[in-house]
């Protein structure tokens, strides 16, 4: 909340533009989304440890499934992140497309005369190709 709280205080003396309000919307959603999903992966196991703690959760088949299902859904909000901000954030997906560039990587260029090859010959008459 402090975090779009502060997004969203204006600039003294000065008004947002219409771009500017855009862009702090997108933000907003992205980080609305980004914690309920968070809440919605982390909750079935915070519930579960708390009871736990309370000695209240009984140890039945069907508990100890809920719980190792509750475990993956937790870490799977981990998986799930990059997912989010690659369909709510412009940025995050340039920035993810210079980084992880998927297609032919162009040929280099290479000057005529750098592609001269040259070898040199040993003393008894032999190349430096040929000894390897």
């Keep these: 909340m402090g975090m779009l709280v502060r997004l969203w205080k204006g600039a003294p003396g000065g008004r947002a533009s219409a771009e500017s309000r855009r862009g702090k919307k997108r933000v907003t959603r992205m980080v609305v989304v980004v914690v309920l999903v968070f809440a919605f992966c982390w909750c079935p ?3 579960i440890l708390l009871l736990k703690s309370l000695k ?7 508990s100890i499934i809920f719980q190792i299902v509750s475990h993956v859904l ?4 981990s998986c799930i992140n990059p997912v989010l901000y690659a369909f709510l954030s ?3 997906r340039k920035a993810f497309r210079k980084v992880v ?3 032919r990587p162009s040929a280099p260029t290479i000057p005529p005369a750098a592609q001269t090859k040259t070898t040199r010959t040993t003393g008894n008459g032999t190349s430096n190709a040929d000894a390897l």
């Design 45 to 47: 196991i915070q519930v």
């Design 90 to 92: 412009d940025n995050f």
């Design 74 to 77: 937790a870490y799977t909000n």
């Design 101 to 103: 560039w998927c297609g």
């Design 56 to 62: 209240l959760y009984e140890l039945t088949h069907a």
